[in-house]
């Protein structure tokens, strides 16, 4: 191999960890904030943690973050709990920040 063959695989490598790293960070961000929400609706224990559960698989339903704060806001105002979208994404960063600290640490 040629030095450029190895600069391009490890470039690869190295793009296929920092895609998993989101991955994850937005998983882990979206079960903080499933038990956030979980908390504001008051929701404890097992109860919670499925709620939060929940949370990270509806983030499958759709690229981006909007599926995730339309499930979490019905929730929200089921439970008569008034929280506004721009507080909802403003969590999300808040936590996303939380989940890469946790997952570096």
């Known amino acids: 191999m040629t030095t450029f063959d190895d600069r391009k695989d490890a470039f690869e490598k190295k793009h296929a960890h920092d895609e998993e790293l989101a991955f994850k960070a937005t998983a882990r961000r979206n079960k903080l904030l499933g038990l956030w929400v979980a ?56 936590l996303l920040e939380t989940a890469r600290q946790q997952l570096t640490a």
């Open 39 to 94: 908390e504001q609706i008051g929701l404890t224990g097992e109860a919670a943690e499925s709620y939060a559960r929940d949370v990270v698989a509806a983030d499958l339903d759709e690229a981006g973050d909007a599926d995730v704060i339309r499930k979490v806001q019905a929730d929200l105002k089921a439970k008569n709990v008034d929280v506004s979208e721009h507080r909802l994404a403003a969590k999300l960063a808040e």
